[in-house]
């Protein structure tokens, strides 16, 4: 195995150019707490952004951030953080679900448009991020976007970047705008509810003028013997009063909700988000995207097919965690099988490296998104230098 450390965009640019002529393919790395996601790919070589860190612009009056890729995502939370300020989507931390260690990167979180809870809200990694400055397979260093948001025409390549997976090109540098970070924030917590319920309360809190920024339900088993369903308010006190208030009396049929604040609030929260709830077992883990009040019928259509199956719900209900016995395929069928009426998709996190080889880890394409796909692929890396079969087998 060969690691590529380039401490330049200009050195990254020089060794996509030197693989090109062998056809050596590459797989991305920053700090390889997300090795494991995706399928798995057939490389002896790795170009890691482990040598491209540090801050490169920050204004926050402008509330706009940039890094290089290979920049901490530590490093720039904390830099946020004595201003006041934040990353708007609550990036997820994969390290517990996957058991992997190391420090996760700014750049890998827009490779992969990593989001937690706070997307039903503030939007996901893709809507924040501004700009990119990549090395495509052409060896070229690419620029896109900048520090502000602007309307144009034309192909976007930052959304188009956001969430590739490192498969269209070696992101170098990453600018993402930002928010101030809320005066407090309070969870509310109702008790006993069915998934029905539960998910009938999250979509009539997420409809209301009184915003949730975010809404989860953990059924009865999922980290508590008792099912939890979870509102959370940010703002400035004040406001937050207010809107708890009228909130708890909008969905008074439910009962009286606790209230937690700081660390209990917090904690429950990175639950959700990195679903911990899910971490140390053996078991697959899926994700599963459905309009959210089918959420109930799509887990409902899964436990009579996977009597072990367990899972709980983020976004309104909108995003679906599903752990499930590993077995020989991770139950791809079943699952997929159980989601088509209902038009939704899965993806596959957590599974041994074999049964990734074997399954569609993303959900499959129809046949003319498939070869958009391919284009776009054979557009931005037409020797297949880059994680070839990351997403898609054969691109």
Not at 217 to 236: C, K, M, S, V, Y
Request: proline residues 6%.
């Amino acid at each position: 195995m060969t690691l590529h450390i380039p401490t330049t965009e200009a050195q990254a640019c020089a060794i996509v150019k030197s693989v090109i002529g062998s056809g050596t393919p590459l797989s991305l790395a920053g700090g390889n707490t997300r090795a494991g996601l995706g399928r798995t790919t057939q490389t002896q070589s790795t170009l890691s952004s482990a040598g491209l860190s540090g801050i490169t612009i920050y204004e926050p009056a402008e509330m706009v951030i940039g890094a290089r890729a290979g920049t901490p995502l530590a490093l720039v939370q904390a830099t946020l953080a004595e201003r006041g300020q934040m990353l708007p989507f609550e990036p997820m931390d994969h390290r517990a679900l996957l058991g992997t260690e190391g420090e996760p990167t700014i750049g890998a979180v827009a490779a992969g448009n990593i989001s937690g809870p706070r997307r039903i809200n503030a939007g996901a990694a893709r809507d924040s991020l501004i700009g990119i400055r990549l090395v495509n397979g052409r060896g070229e260093a690419i620029k896109s976007g900048g520090r502000v948001m602007k309307n144009v025409t034309g192909l976007d390549l930052v959304k188009l970047v956001a969430g590739s997976h490192g498969t269209l090109g070696f992101l170098t540098e990453v600018i993402f705008r930002v928010l101030p970070a809320p005066e407090r924030v309070v969870t509310l917590v109702w008790r006993g509810l069915s998934d029905e319920t539960a998910v009938g309360l999250l979509s009539a809190a997420l409809g209301s003028p009184f915003e949730p920024f975010a809404a989860a339900h953990l059924p009865e088993g999922i980290g508590a013997d008792q099912a939890r369903t979870l509102l959370r308010l940010e703002n400035f006190s004040d406001s937050i009063d207010y809107r708890s208030r009228e909130l708890i009396e909008l969905l008074r049929l439910h009962g009286t909700p606790e209230m937690l604040e700081g660390a209990a609030s917090g904690e429950l929260w990175h639950d959700v988000r990195d679903a911990r709830v899910f971490a140390g077992t053996e078991e697959a883990v899926w994700r599963l995207s459905v309009a959210p009040t089918d959420g109930p019928r799509a887990t409902a259509a899964i436990a009579a097919r996977l009597p072990g199956a367990r899972w709980f719900y983020d976004w309104g209900g909108g995003l679906v965690w599903l752990a499930v016995p590993a077995g020989d395929d991770a139950a791809a069928g079943a699952i997929r099988a159980a989601l088509k009426p209902l038009g939704g998709h899965a993806t596959l996190v957590r599974a041994p490296a074999a049964i990734r080889a074997a399954v569609p880890v993303f959900e499959p394409l129809a046949e003319p998104l498939m070869r958009v796909t391919a284009g776009i692929k054979q557009s931005f890396d037409p020797a297949g230098i880059f994680e070839p079969g990351r997403m898609y087998a054969g691109i």
